[in-house]
């Protein structure tokens, strides 16, 4: 039995963030992790040869002030994601070069078509607040459609349906009928818009930390000491009078609080003593993890580059739906990072390694050309197989549940306090919004023991 | 550590159906139930004076004939829900008094509008292939929007709205916004339409057990005798090529095939070695339960019936949302349901007992008179506040989820098989939904195990 003021679930951004601010506050943590890698849903992997590979979250970009103010706490130089040359768009068996997030070479009706919904899909951003979305206005009636409904009647033209529809859908790694129509306004105001979430320069793929998301998460833990384990997923929580008893199948921790900072599905596998409110019970069952396989393409330069071509390139339906240059901040190797999200992702994750593989591959040979046909290296993540992501890469809310139960996102439940990206009403899905999260979340243990007289600043 | 043909877990009507067509066919079997009674989502009281009540599922109708099945089986008559009478509908501070499915006292408009919708979604529901509602020719249209979004754009006639919007969603416990219109049809479907659902005589609430639901699934567990476990919550199931192991904190059952039997919100929480295939791990991150009060109010007799009223009313946001007689098959005492579902169930849940109680015995004086003022019990039953129900009264579908995730719903996952009313294709979501689960996951195993030839018969 650990005894210490505060614990924290997660060894993700949310909870390494929360029980760093807590311990520099002068209190006591500890911190429960279930994977046996630190990071959550970021992980980064060195490799033997000094190369890195962001195998999760990788992007930051202006505005997430928080993860920059944690890198420069740590010392951590940031590089710009490689962007000249032309970025590729194959889409009804339609090839097109383009530059920017627009393709403009598409034909004039769909670049329209494209542009209009831009505009629009920003004005209606710009009508949520940020933290009660389901206050807007028109929340009641978005948040009875889906995207995918939306999309049919505000998208006309036939391409420019297909990218929108894996571009937007691809951001809850989810198909677009899953999605309420409301939360992906909220998710993309609480961005900027959708020129940033769909955006690479100035926008959220503008940079990467040198050495990947775990140059920060390593020395974050580092600071914390031993006061992180690893392999102990959470079975219990129970909650009483004089505090919070945290328990895995190993260990068991004694403290005032407890900040769960893990996805909504996989906090909803946590027994609660007593059970949680209903409307928080009821939130874990309803914003669903989706598939997303996130795979490093490693060659021995960035080939695409010689051709004029930023390694950028979207593909609805292509076992290589969408690429980027992943590329570090060295000249070689080249790395083309695939993501396949949503129902294709499912589809592949049902093939064997190697199938899957060849499948990828294929398609990289067909867009890039047969430099791309033999990598020195083919690393894959499958978001969905991992028990303790519960599947990738942001929680999504179907319809009906931001009106519903959007309140119990952050409402503390007794000593229970929540975390994550998903309760973050800034950067709501990405890395800056789970470091917000864990300290705002480190804010509101100290501020109620205080309130309590229980405190001791 | 037990040794058995095939473990079940749950005692609702699905597991103790299953675990008792297997008994019947010569296989040994171990239930695990979790809560410390059985019936899972029914759940009859029977009091000191003799007089019973259901707390949960109550009704049975025509069509249903699996589980008039097992009434002949055990010897277990019904008798007809008392119909004679008025039925009373406060909608928009108006009071109508009416007979059958439809208020025709209402406004021609609203009347009209009724009725045009009701033949619309019996048209609609006759183009939904029960075994696989996801192949519906407009499935995915319907699965991109929800049953709100479907009212609002069909019902103009205000009331009509409020009363449709009650009526369908209080079959889903949730707001309207949270359900898929796809899963609405199909459920709609799988009972024969709207009429039989929302119907009472000749219809989904047409007659009831004599002595509840309990007077079914009592001597069924009888027979299964010392095999049915409760207050065992199962904590993991691990599945090898030889076998299953499944777990509770106390016992671990060694079967060739498990049957789950369980809400699938439940069966998320139960530990998978190995994973589940990602569609089955994500359709339980999927398919939530709903939130439901349901209080039997007692009187010395039911003195409505001489006023002429047959006890059933309904009355959009009132703390007695619907009514209706819920008498044994004896003349006293006189009992109303009242059930209270989705958003205003919440709302009435997080009331002190007094406070529900003043309100609902309010609501119900003044709908039915000084005479309800003073009743002899209140007997409630919050589902949402059942650890191991996860909510009621049935699972439901979002946008989304039948079109990607449907064939999951039956598909065995190796050696673990799947019932409850939500994975069956008739009936989907009454008791006699469950009870043909549990016959076709009985004949599924059985099956199984005969073809690989490991089978006894």
Not at 164 to 181: D, N, P, Q, R, W
Not at 356 to 367: F, H, I, P, S
Request: net charge neutral; proline share 5%.
């Amino acid at each position: 039995m650990t005894d210490v003021d505060y614990c924290v679930v997660g060894a993700g951004f949310a909870g390494l963030t929360a029980a760093l601010r807590l311990k520099q506050a002068g209190r006591s943590v500890t911190v429960l992790e279930a994977r046996d890698r630190l990071g959550g849903r970021t992980f980064t992997e060195t490799r033997d040869d000094g190369v890195w590979i962001d195998r999760g979250g990788a992007w930051i970009g202006p505005g997430q002030d928080r993860v920059h103010a944690l890198m420069t706490e740590f010392g951590v130089p940031s590089y710009k994601q490689y962007t000249a040359g032309d970025a590729m768009m194959m889409v009804d068996g339609k090839k097109y070069r383009y530059q920017g997030t627009i393709p403009m070479t598409m034909s004039p009706w769909a670049v329209a078509n494209l542009g209009t919904v831009f505009l629009e899909l920003g004005e209606l951003c710009k009508s949520i607040p940020l933290d009660a979305p389901w206050e807007a206005k028109r929340a009641a009636e978005w948040d009875r459609i889906s995207l995918a409904k939306w999309l049919d009647d505000n998208v006309l033209s036939k391409p420019a349906h297909r990218l929108l529809e894996m571009a937007i859908a691809g951001c809850y790694t989810s198909a677009a009928s899953e999605v309420s129509f409301l939360f992906v306004l909220y998710q993309m105001a609480s961005g900027g818009g959708p020129g940033f979430v769909l955006g690479v320069k100035d926008a959220a793929q503008d940079s990467r930390p040198v050495g990947g998301m775990g140059a920060i998460y390593r020395p974050m833990a580092a600071e914390l000491g031993r006061s992180v384990h690893l392999s102990q997923p959470v079975r219990t929580i129970a909650q009483d009078d004089g505090g919070v008893t945290v328990a895995t199948d190993q260990l068991t921790v004694r403290a005032r609080r407890v900040i769960v900072a893990v996805p909504l599905a996989v906090a909803g596998q946590i027994r609660y003593e007593p059970l949680l409110p209903v409307d928080r019970t009821f939130l874990h069952q309803r914003m669903p993890s989706g598939a997303i396989l996130k795979i490093a393409v490693l060659y021995d330069e960035p080939f695409w580059r010689a051709d004029g071509l930023s390694g950028q390139s979207a593909a609805p339906g292509s076992a290589a739906m969408v690429t980027i240059d992943a590329g570090t901040d060295a000249p070689r190797p080249g790395v083309l990072c695939v993501i396949v999200e949503g129902p294709r992702a499912r589809e592949l994750g049902r093939l064997t390694a190697a199938e899957r593989r060849t499948a990828v591959v294929g398609a990289l040979t067909e867009r890039f050309g047969s430099a791309a046909a033999a990598p020195l290296d083919f690393v894959e993540q499958d978001w969905s197989a991992e028990r303790y992501s519960g599947g990738g890469m942001l929680s999504h809310a179907p319809t009906g549940v931001l009106t519903e139960f959007g309140p119990a996102l952050r409402a503390p439940c007794g000593r229970i306090h929540w975390a994550g990206t998903e309760s973050s009403a800034v950067m709501c899905g990405w890395v800056d919004g789970a470091v917000r999260s864990g300290e705002r979340a480190a804010r509101e243990v100290v501020a109620a023991d205080d309130l309590v007289g229980a405190g001791r600043g």
